[in-house]
């Protein structure tokens, strides 16, 4: 689980790099990056997303292994987890909504370089310009529909 907090600076420099490299690329391409680089972010954000409540399973099973061992031995041998503060707080503990809380703000800036490039390098305006603000415009709606998703999300167990 530790590669949670690792995903952003990678992805983000992947990413800063094709938006980065679109002046040298011919239009078409160019096109395909500032098309290809919102639907990136999403996949990034979900992935981040459902990697933070993997997360905050494998949390809830840690304490739900402590109370067990507690319950058997009659004391409180173990009590990191089933103690801990800011039990509960967030989903996928301060990591998880870390990691969550920085993608999407990555995500944000993304995708205001990408307008800011469709209409300073493609020359995109009107019709067009439109067309692709309203990309960005569902991109972003997504996103807020994801970070519900995220926020809404509760552990439960399978009753083993």
């Known amino acids: 689980m530790g590669a949670l907090d690792r995903r952003v600076p990678v992805a983000g420099v992947t990413l800063a790099g094709s938006l980065a490299g679109l002046v040298a690329l011919p239009k078409l391409a160019q096109t395909l990056v500032l098309v290809g680089l919102p639907v990136a972010l999403i996949w990034l954000v979900r992935t981040t997303i459902s990697h933070a409540r993997s997360f905050e399973d494998l949390l809830r099973r840690i304490e739900s292994i402590e109370r067990e061992v507690n319950g058997l031995a009659g004391r409180d041998l173990l009590l990191f987890q089933s103690r801990h503060p800011r039990r509960g707080r967030t989903v996928g503990g301060r990591t998880g909504s870390?990691?969550?809380?920085?993608?999407?703000?990555?995500?944000?800036?993304?995708?205001?370089?990408?307008?800011?490039?469709?209409?300073?390098q493609?020359?995109?305006?009107?019709g067009r310009?439109?067309?692709y603000g309203g990309f960005l415009a569902l991109t972003v709606a997504y996103l807020g529909f994801l970070v519900v998703w995220y926020l809404g999300y509760s552990y439960t167990t399978t009753g083993d």
Do not use: P, R, W, Y
């Open 122 to 126: 493609m020359d995109l305006a009107g």
């Open 129 to 131: 310009l439109a067309a």
């Open 98 to 120: 870390e990691t969550v809380l920085a993608t999407l703000l990555m995500a944000g800036l993304f995708i205001g370089a990408c307008l800011v490039a469709a209409i300073s």
